[in-house]
């Protein structure tokens, strides 16, 4: 129970602590006028206040991550909150932070654009593509795992296949429709029913007494899964996802002020992470690695909301996990149309254009939703993380550009760039090389990265001092 309490004082902390630093690092400016404002169409850029941001901004990057995350990186052990912890405060927080405020400062720029000036066109060509196919694989899997967690609150009373249908049509109308139509209104109250559930089931693992076991280096994964680098692409979404670098951009066009970037970009990434922590210890104190091994996150999800909150509240507290991935998947094929649209300077003013941009991108998912889910959710993580190291690099560039103090991108960016090499370098859906010689070729892989990096910055400089 220390581990655990002592884990939510921390990341709170850190976001009025580090938070901060990596404020004034930037260096906000609260008299520049926001996309919002500068570039407002009444489609993607709209104006709206910091709270409904917020709450849209953690909608957007949740999906079902913060739990279904947490919950298989319970099977390693307490060490899961370390990473939990560390990686949201000193690398995920500053990942969504750095991508909404520099989108901000490049008129609402999506991350393949953003990577393209920082990083070189070929970059962001081959980033435009990333961007997408990761942005298809989350929406895709953010369609199959709500709509059966859905199927079984309802005892299949509705054919999956109608459910699958419902779900599509509500993602066509939010990809298409004006951001304040669908998102801005419905997702205020999705996100007060996260909260709550979220916060209901906290206060039952604190006075329940469960035993949640106390912090120990010790894997404890049944199938011997290496800590590094399974632990840092199981458990995403509570503590650094790529994905979140793709949504970010989408509330940098309604941001009202860029004072208020820190509540809406670092601050919901540190609220994401104690609904993570609350998921990885309620899974601990009820189950043992044996148990959690046997069983499917989903089913923890639905047996652990009862216990904790009920039959009432237990629905409840399923509702908001069924919510979760439904206002990630949304968000991600409106992200994709803005990507598409921006690269082949479609136009968005008309419903027309965007439903053209919009559909070829159904059709692909619901072919996608044939393949098997696990599957989906291997090619999802790495994908996930290998754009979280390329956005964090993003960070480090433009910082250092600016001659600011770049380490607090640079640090993990470098790490989550070896964990993404070694894992593609010796998972059987990569090269299937053995650990050892994967885990040397990251390291030289990395530093060849790291060099290029500060090349990268130190022609940047000499092209100053020529000027």
């Avoid at 860029?258 to 104190?285: D, H, L, P």
Wanted: hydrophobic share 55%; proline share 4%.
């Amino acid at each position: 129970m220390i581990t655990f309490l002592s884990s939510i004082v921390l990341l709170i902390a850190g976001y009025f602590i580090y938070g901060k630093l990596v404020e004034r690092v930037f260096g906000v400016k609260s008299e520049r006028p926001t996309p919002a404002r500068s570039k407002a169409d009444g489609v993607d850029y709209v104006e709206m206040g910091t709270w409904r941001n917020s709450l849209i901004q953690l909608l957007n990057i949740a999906g079902v991550g913060p739990i279904f995350g947490p919950i298989a990186g319970a099977l390693f052990g307490p060490v899961a909150f370390l990473w939990i912890v560390l990686g949201a405060i000193f690398a995920g927080a500053v990942h969504d932070y750095l991508t909404g405020m520099i989108s901000i400062r490049n008129d609402g720029a999506h991350l393949p654009e953003l990577a393209r000036k920082y990083l070189g066109k070929h970059v962001s060509h081959i980033m435009n593509g990333f961007s997408v196919l990761l942005l298809l694989l989350v929406g895709t899997v953010f369609v199959t795992s709500p709509a059966g967690l859905l199927h079984d609150l309802l005892n299949g009373w509705m054919p999956l296949a109608v459910i699958l249908a419902i779900i599509f049509i509500y993602y066509i109308l939010s990809t298409i429709l004006p951001i304040n139509q669908i998102i801005g209104r419905l997702y205020p109250l999705f996100g007060a029913l996260l909260i709550l559930s979220s916060v209901g089931i906290g206060v039952w693992v604190i006075l329940s007494g469960a035993p949640i076991p106390e912090l120990t280096l010790e894997n404890l994964h049944p199938s011997e899964l290496p800590l590094f680098p399974m632990l840092f692409l199981t458990i995403t979404c509570g503590a650094l996802s790529g994905f979140h670098a793709t949504q970010s951009p989408i509330i940098s066009r309604s941001l009202d002020n860029e004072q208020n970037g820190r509540k809406v970009f670092y601050g919901m990434m540190i609220a994401e992470a104690v609904i993570a922590m609350i998921w990885a210890a309620a899974a601990m104190s009820v189950y043992d690695q044996a148990a959690l091994a046997a069983m499917a996150p989903a089913q923890v999800v639905k047996e652990v909301s009862i216990m904790a909150l009920g039959a009432f509240g237990g629905t409840l507290a399923i509702l908001g996990v069924i919510i979760l991935p439904i206002t990630s998947g949304d968000t991600a094929f409106r992200s994709a149309r803005m990507i598409i649209a921006d690269y082949l300077k479609i136009g968005q003013g008309k419903i027309s254009n965007r439903f053209l941009v919009a559909l070829p991108l159904f059709v692909v998912s619901v072919i996608l939703t044939q393949v098997d889910f696990d599957i989906l959710w291997r090619y999802f993580s790495w994908a996930n993380q290998t754009t979280s190291a390329i956005a964090l690099w993003i960070g480090a560039v433009y910082l250092a550009m600016k001659k600011s103090f770049h380490w607090i991108a640079t640090i993990p960016a470098t790490f989550m760039t070896s964990v993404v090499i070694t894992y593609i370098l010796n998972a059987k859906i990569g090269f299937n090389l053995p650990m050892g010689i994967s885990f040397v070729a990251s390291i030289l892989l990395t530093g060849l990265i790291v060099v290029l990096f500060f090349k990268k910055v130190n022609k940047h400089a000499v092209g100053e001092l020529q000027a």
